[in-house]
């Protein structure tokens, strides 16, 4: 059984510019949440997708924008970068209906300078 | 809204001394309850969940929790720490009806040899 994977490991971009992250769910799971972990805090909620929509945001401005494919991975979009984004992205992906538990990827270390 | 606290920032415990980290949650309903463990520069780890029935729940690498609703609490527990225990410790809680994680700011766990 394949976990959830996340591309790049590591990003450098600077302010203003515009990031792409990527998220390979787990085998059998359709549902994908993105969190953004800054450092020394606790991860917060983006946004979740399920059948390819959005299904439930967090307190993030439009300029985080994501998408869900067919075979249910997802990307996250992130516009005229701040340097606030500087964070952890973590993808996690679950099994609509079944108890919802999360599977965590790695994560992506977005660095804006 | 849900929040979860975690009143200890940063906790030391000597090799093979028992192990208790607080978490308090406040929610309208009962949530469905996790600890997740993170080492530096890595995703998350579920350590253990809660979801129903026994409020004394077995999680991985001997850690247990307790589940207490009258007092909002799901403390994690273990009776022997082992020095590969160290690492920042998460509370979370997640409605009954979505898979979105609301988390604590977390506890940073040092062991002393």
């Known amino acids: 059984e394949t976990g959830v994977t996340q591309s790049p490991t590591h990003l450098i971009k600077t302010r203003g510019q515009q990031v792409t992250l990527r998220c390979s769910s787990q085998?059998?799971?359709?549902?994908v949440s993105w969190y953004q972990q800054a450092l020394g805090q606790g991860p917060q909620f983006i946004f979740q997708?399920?059948?390819?929509?959005?299904?439930g945001r967090g307190n993030f401005p439009p300029r985080f924008s994501g998408l869900q494919f067919p075979n249910y991975s997802s990307e996250l979009n992130v516009n005229a970068l701040e340097l606030d984004d500087s964070a952890l992205y973590l993808c996690?992906?679950?099994?609509?209906?079944?108890?919802?538990?999360?599977?965590f990827g790695p994560g992506t270390r977005l660095t804006v300078t | 809204a849900q929040s979860v606290t975690q009143p200890d920032i940063h906790i030391t415990v000597s090799e093979g001394a028992s192990l208790e980290l607080r978490c308090n949650y406040s929610?309208?309903?009962?949530?469905?309850l996790f600890w997740y463990v993170q080492s530096p520069g890595q995703g998350l780890q579920l350590l253990l969940k809660?979801?129903?029935?026994?409020?004394l729940v077995q999680g991985i690498k001997g850690f247990e929790a307790e589940f207490k609703r009258s007092q909002s609490s799901f403390n994690l527990r273990k009776p022997s720490v082992h020095w590969s225990d160290a690492a920042e410790y998460f509370c979370?809680?997640?409605?009954?009806?979505?898979?979105?994680?609301?988390f604590g700011t977390g506890t940073r766990l040092q062991v002393t040899l």
């Open positions: 996690a992906s679950s099994r609509w209906g079944d108890s919802y538990e999360q599977y």
């Open positions: 085998s059998g799971h359709n549902t």
């Open positions: 997708y399920y059948r390819e929509e959005e299904n």
């Open positions: 929610y309208g309903a009962t949530p469905y």
């Open positions: 809660y979801f129903s029935g026994d409020t």
């Open positions: 979370a809680v997640q409605p009954r009806t979505a898979s979105k994680l609301t």
